[in-house]
């Protein structure tokens, strides 16, 4: 640490070969060293496409399970929202599962019912998604990047959504 410890003024700074208080002996630590060890092998996911392909992996599972699983009926294992469960109303994303579930099964105008705003974003973010696995799969790193002005927009378009299904 004396070593670390520069001269300013003309006077040490604090440590270093300063005298220790009476009573308290200054200890002495051994040298320690820069790295012992060899660096460990890097962890996570070598290949730009592992999570593009974790997530839709992840994603053809939970639609197998949705396929069989009715959410409109109660007593399967589907989570509850939180917000809605904490505030007794629907945040912006409810009935998402429910219109996952519709749409598996064709049923496009329950879907629209479910929640029309995931139903009108569902291109969008479908196409967010297969852009990220081509990219990966092509060995580049992708991720969207939305500006504030975006990011306005689409918060506000949450906001003025959740009010307005809460209304009725």
Known sequence: MADVLRERDGRRARGGDAPAPAGH???QHPPHPQH????PPRRGPHHPAAPPLAALAAAVAA???????????????LPRCP??????????ACGGTRMAYDLLHGDVVRAFHENVLL????????????????????GRRWRPVLGPRAQTAVLG???VW???????
């Not at 917000?83 to 912006?92: D, E, I, K, M, Q």
């Not at 959740?162 to 009725?168: E, F, I, P, Y």
């Open 63 to 77: 639609s197998f399970y949705l396929y069989g699983t009715d959410p409109h009926q109660s007593g399967h294992w």
């Open 157 to 159: 378009v949450a906001v």
């Open 119 to 138: 139903l009108l974003a569902s291109p969008a973010l479908l196409w967010m998604c297969g852009r990220w696995l081509v990219e990966g799969l092509r």
């Open 162 to 168: 959740a009010v307005v299904r809460n209304l009725h």
């Open 36 to 39: 012992p060890y060899p660096r």
């Open 25 to 27: 002996p200054r200890p």
């Open 83 to 92: 917000f809605n469960w904490l505030t007794g109303l629907l945040c912006p």
